[in-house]
Structure formats: structure tokens, C-alpha cells
């Protein structure tokens, strides 16, 4: 089993940042992907940034140029860092873990960005 605990989120103006972290426990030398999904009222979840054990990152065209994802491996810890926020980033930003048997999902954290 893995536990993902988030942490960083908050309210923040639009144009500003926030730094997001997420840290593994448990079984966690099973992990290869982390990453982060976020889900805003009444919307699907949908993928924001993902990045594997050697550094290889996915992200989201609309948070590409703004959004940074790194990974620290040796503390299974998992960063988003969020420049020049949008309202329309406001959403609950869920932690993400892949093994190569299961998914795990941390219980989320809401970023809400104000005009």
C-alpha cells in the first residue's frame, strides 16, 4: 500500500504562486509514475502534470508554460510548482502514484485563484 499526503494548497490572487507537495509512504520503492490531477466543480478530473523515476515529464498544454513538476526520489516527494495562476486554475489538485500494480490517490487539496 502507498499513502500520499498533499500539502500547499490555499487562495491565492490571479497572477500569483503557489507550490504544491506531495510525499509517499508505505511501499514505495514499487513506484515509478507521480504526478498531479485536479478536478473543479462540476468538470472531470483531468491530468495536470505527471513525471517518472528518471525525470521524464507530461503535463497539460494549459498549464505547460506556467506549471513546473519535479521530483525528489530519495524522499518520494513530488513538487508542482504554479506561476502566474489563473481563476480557471481553481480546482481540487489530487496527488497521483503509479505502481506497476496499482493506482493511488491522495485525498486532495484545494487551490482557489481570485480575479
Known amino acids: 500500500q502507498v499513502q500520499l499526503v498533499e500539502s500547499g494548497g490555499g487562495l491565492v490572487q490571479a497572477g500569483g504562486s503557489l507550490r504544491l507537495s506531495c510525499a509517499a509512504s508505505?511501499?514505495?520503492?514499487?513506484?515509478?509514475?507521480m504526478g498531479w490531477y485536479r478536478q473543479a466543480p462540476g468538470k472531470q478530473r483531468e491530468l495536470v502534470a505527471t513525471?517518472?523515476?528518471?525525470?521524464?515529464?507530461n503535463s497539460a498544454d494549459s498549464v505547460k508554460a506556467r506549471f513546473a513538476i519535479s521530483r525528489d526520489n530519495a524522499k518520494y516527494t513530488v513538487y508542482l510548482q504554479m506561476n502566474s495562476l489563473k481563476p480557471e486554475d481553481t480546482a481540487v489538485y489530487y496527488c497521483?502514484?503509479?505502481?506497476?500494480?496499482?493506482?493511488?490517490w491522495g485525498q486532495g487539496t484545494q487551490v482557489t485563484v481570485s480575479s
Open positions: 508505505g511501499t514505495t520503492f514499487n513506484i515509478n509514475v
Open positions: 497521483y502514484a503509479k505502481t506497476s500494480i496499482l493506482n493511488y
Open positions: 513525471i517518472d523515476s528518471v525525470g521524464m515529464t
